[in-house]
């Protein structure tokens, strides 16, 4: 199943890349979104995998992939993000979704539940919770903000696998398309992210209380998804979580760090059943 793609201009004008698997309607629609910097295209594995009989959404936010850039910083920030997903969402007409958030996008699940109950029906939230582990943010900080200009994609492959955490890419092909997703050819012959590295000016701010968004959830069906040696959802916030949120499903995945990339089998599964239990 292929997607289709549609460029979707935000209010301000900005173009938002979108990718659509629509293999029908039966079945309520799954809302994909991205890590901080990731993009649509991770979830182009996972996304025929769960699709029977439902569309799936995924999103480029503005500054990262396919969709536009923006002078403006603010541009890029989490509450300008969840406004471009209502308004994507609105524009083809998704509501009554089943989000599935890795990392930042699983924040954005949460602040949609608040800000668009009935957007958001059930979320799978992949290594994300309301606390933040500072070792991890400060990697993420560092990484979202650099360009290292590396001279092949054979060289974007050395750089990832050496400074990534770790994760279930088992196969050199399957690290070459990470590389593939993560860093582009410019102009220059030279390979760069594929989003603007400013972001990472954003990631010094104070994090804001985040508990009241994971409490829009407590009444909705929850499959929290874990690396077991990840360094941002430890275990004293995943506890807490399931305080809040005691149905709440958890799959951990060992030996995986930041994030998973959801096509693990024990994943998939966990994914697959809790999308079949979802009234």
Request: proline share 9%; charged share 20%.
């Amino acid at each position: 199943m292929d997607p289709v793609t549609h460029t979707i201009p935000a209010r301000d004008g900005l173009p938002i890349h979108v990718l659509e698997w629509n293999a029908g309607h039966r079945l309520p629609p799954i809302l994909c979104l991205p890590g901080l910097v990731r993009t649509s295209a991770d979830f182009e594995a996972v996304a025929p995998a769960i699709g029977s009989e439902r569309r799936i959404i995924a999103i480029d936010y503005p500054g990262r992939g396919e969709s536009g850039r923006s002078r403006d910083i603010e541009r890029y920030a989490p509450e300008a993000c969840a406004r471009d997903v209502m308004d994507v969402c609105a524009a083809l007409h998704i509501h009554g979704a089943i989000a599935i958030g890795t990392s930042f996008g699983g924040l954005l699940s949460m602040g949609l539940a608040v800000a668009r109950p009935g957007l958001i029906r059930a979320a799978v939230l992949n290594d994300i919770g309301p606390d933040i582990g500072s070792g991890g943010a400060d990697f993420v900080r560092g990484f979202v903000g650099k360009d290292p200009a590396l001279e092949s994609l054979d060289a974007c492959v050395s750089y990832l696998q050496t400074n990534l955490p770790p994760l279930s890419l088992d196969t050199e092909g399957a690290w070459r398309r990470m590389a593939e997703l993560t860093y582009a050819q410019g102009a220059d012959g030279r390979f760069h992210p594929v989003w603007d590295t400013r972001i990472a000016m954003l990631l010094s701010r104070p994090a804001p209380d985040l508990w009241p968004l994971f409490g829009a959830l407590a009444q909705r069906p929850v499959l929290l998804i874990r690396g077991a040696v990840s360094d941002i959802l430890l275990p004293d916030t995943v506890a807490r979580m399931q305080t809040v949120h005691p149905s709440m499903r958890v799959v951990t995945l060992p030996g995986i760090g930041h994030a998973p990339i959801l096509t693990e089998p024990p994943a998939l599964g966990a994914i697959r059943t809790f999308l079949e239990d979802c009234p």
